[in-house]
């Protein structure tokens, strides 16, 4: 697999897209990138005119570079045609609502493209950049759906960061699925301007993909029932409920509920047997191959062109063609290389969505495991070698996707392979009556009898997943791995197969390597372990946090005051302390500010000592302004956090 060229490229050009995203300087623009890869390009064009076959390895090192300079000039290009500089002001834009907007409690939200912003003199200034846009509904406004023109007058900025207290960076995860900054629009603040004039394939999608959840509903299922539903059959996971979500995690069944190539793989088997007789024609097999393409692009569109599903359909594509054009059958491992080479080359961010690295990752495992698991027992009976099967695939996929698992979610399900035993059937089961109903939802009892069958099936799946996570320990927690042990334990995962691999042939450098990695990984994690991670306080959002290592913890109080390591906070948000007064002042480390205070710094000034003032992001701009030019008067040291997100301080 090494060996083959597209593999080393592809892996260059990732290489590239994770370095110039981390390391490259904000200063510098992609042009002197595109300058040295034009270089690189051109050395390595002359090694090639040359073919001299003892500089294969400078041609190939040349190679290497240019598409490790591509990958890094995309993905800075890919970043610059999002980043915007946001006003930080409230204004007038014009946009058209590019997604099927969906409830978040009071409020509704959908990826708006911004086309116009007005500007001071009455001039509009072009945009064209996509924005996560919530605004609340408004009855004297026809509602706002996919592909409608909407205007409306908001904020828009990007997310503060809050990765130094979560380890997650909201803004940054915006920028790589395209959305520059987030807004908000009140009642009245935004109305539709009408449709354009034909809607995008994208909006198509989406659009098919909500009448779908529309067919759904008028079946009558049970809240639960249709949200599996749902996100089993056409992705759509906003009705799953946080409950519903932990059951499906403990047991080790999350991927059933997110559209990824298990679906794309059952659904192609369904067609492949409706479809088998074909195969009895001339040419039957190439065009039962070509009608399952078809098909399963079609299941891509109505599920909203989900990312996972095309990656999936885009594998199968690959390899069903490959299997026209060449005498020997293209491998699983060729395809999955080139479907990852082209989707990087179309998006560079790709390779920074979870979704993507566990897909991949599960193939990869799944094509290099499977084969060594399901030979090493040789099992005559049927039904035995069926579950064996099952067993070794889920086995594959989950040792392929454990670092990725444990680095991100830092848990790990204990009973997954019973799990996936049921789900692997009922899945099946559920797609294929899903889309009977679909088509047969119109004839009475047929129809009913279907739906039936799908509500029933549905709920097994549902009360199984139910069983298996109350079963004693089916969710190990709190195993987060860093960024180095990750990297470690997919070596060991490597070094493992490359010993499996080897069989009869293994040499002893094949166990030193293991061992090496093995030793290596245990020696990191003692480390980092052991190392004394300072303790810190965080300000953000209204809370006061602590946070050592990756355990964070939340304090409250019933009077808003708080006392961590001697250190004395008081949280205002409400107006009690007007009503207080005191002979003598009580010192305070830290007065945080947040939305509810009603009260002036002059009259906490007579009950605290105050060191700091912290403004939350939450206080309106007028009543932030008037705090501040307090703070000033009283010559108190402040921050606001609408500038800087949060603070923190090393306890």
């Known amino acids: 697999m090494i060996a083959y060229p597209l593999f080393r490229l592809t892996i260059c050009l990732a290489t590239g897209i994770f370095l110039f995203d981390t390391l490259w300087p904000e200063n510098l623009s992609w042009q002197y990138g595109a300058a040295i890869w034009l270089l690189f390009a051109g050395i390595c064009g002359g090694v090639f005119w040359l073919s001299r076959w003892r500089w294969r390895w400078l041609f ?26 946001w006003d930080g002001e409230p204004a007038i834009y014009k946009g058209i609502v590019e997604s099927v907007p969906e409830v978040r409690g009071k409020t509704l939200r959908a990826e708006v493209r911004v086309e116009m912003q007005r500007l001071s003199g009455g001039k509009w200034k072009r945009v064209d950049r996509n924005i996560l846009l919530s605004w609340m509904p408004d009855s004297l406004s026809s509602p706002l759906a996919c592909g409608d023109s909407v205007c409306f007058y908001a904020k828009v900025s990007r997310p503060f960061s809050e ?109 492949l047997w409706l479809f088998y007789p074909l195969t009895y024609l001339k040419h039957g097999r190439k065009m039962l191959a070509l009608l399952v393409v078809c098909l399963l692009w079609g299941f891509a569109f109505i599920s909203g062109l989900s990312s996972s599903v095309v990656r999936a359909v885009v594998m199968y594509s690959l390899y069903t063609l490959a299997s026209f054009c060449l005498e020997e059958r293209f491998s699983g491992m060729h395809s999955l290389v080139l479907a990852a080479f ?242 003598s002042r009580f010192p305070l480390e830290y007065a945080y500010i947040c939305k509810g205070f009603k009260g002036s710094l002059s009259q906490l000034d007579k009950l605290f000592a105050i060191r700091q003032v912290i403004l939350d992001s939450s206080l309106n701009d007028a009543f932030r302004e008037k705090l501040i030019r307090e703070c000033q008067l009283l010559k108190i040291s402040y921050t606001d956090l609408s500038v800087q997100g949060s603070y923190s301080v090393v306890l």
């Not at 090192?61 to 500089?85: K, M, N």
């Not at 059951?247 to 659904?267: E, M």
């Not at 980092?528 to 602590?546: K, M």
Request: hydrophobic share 45%; charged share 15%.
């Open 163 to 271: 990765k130094e207290l979560t380890g997650f960076d909201y803004g940054d995860y915006l920028l790589r699925k395209g959305i520059s900054g987030t807004a908000l629009a009140y009642a009245g603040s935004w109305r539709c301007t009408g449709k354009p004039h034909s809607l995008s394939f994208m909006q198509r999608a989406k659009v098919c993909q909500q009448k779908v959840v529309d067919v759904y509903q008028s079946w009558g299922l049970e809240e639960d029932v249709q949200a599996v539903v749902s996100a089993l059959t056409i992705g759509e996971k906003s009705e799953l409920t946080p409950e519903l979500k932990a059951v499906y995690s403990a047991a080790g069944a999350s991927h059933v509920l997110a559209l990824s190539g298990l679906h794309v793989g059952i659904f192609s088997c369904i067609l």
């Open 342 to 583: 082209l989707m990087l080359v179309y998006n560079p961010f790709f390779l920074f969505d979870i979704s993507f690295q566990l897909s991949f990752a599960a193939v990869f495992s799944i094509l290099a495991f499977y084969p060594l698991f399901s030979r090493s027992l040789c099992i005559k009976n049927r039904v035995l070698r069926y579950v064996w099967n099952t067993l070794s695939l889920s086995m594959s996929a989950q040792l392929g996707t454990l670092p990725f698992i444990l680095y991100y979610f830092g848990s790990f399900p204990t009973y997954f392979l019973l799990a996936n035993l049921v789900v692997v059937i009922l899945a099946g089961v559920i797609l294929m009556l899903a889309f009977a109903a679909l088509c047969l939802a119109s004839i009475p009892i047929v129809g009913n009898t279907v739906i039936t069958l799908l509500e029933w099936s549905t709920l097994i799946l549902n009360k199984s997943m139910q069983g298996v996570q109350q079963l004693a320990g089916s969710q190990i927690t709190s195993i987060y791995l860093s960024s180095p042990q990750a990297c470690l334990l997919a070596g060991v995962i490597i070094c493992l197969y490359l010993c499996w691999a080897s069989g009869i042939h293994r040499k002893a450098s094949d166990w030193i390597r293991l061992l090496a990695v093995c030793n290596l990984f245990v020696a990191v994690s003692c480390v980092e372990y052991v190392g004394d991670a300072p303790e810190q306080l965080y300000f953000f959002r209204s809370e006061v946090y602590t946070r050592k290592k990756d355990c964070v913890s939340t304090h409250h109080s019933e009077t808003g005051l708080l006392c961590i390591r001697n250190m004395h906070i008081a949280v205002l948000n409400d107006a009690r302390w007007r009503m207080y007064e005191s002979s």
């Open 60 to 85: 190939g090192g040349v190679a290497g570079g240019a598409f490790f300079l591509w990958g890094g000039i995309s993905v800075l290009h890919q970043r610059e045609t999002v980043q915007y500089s």
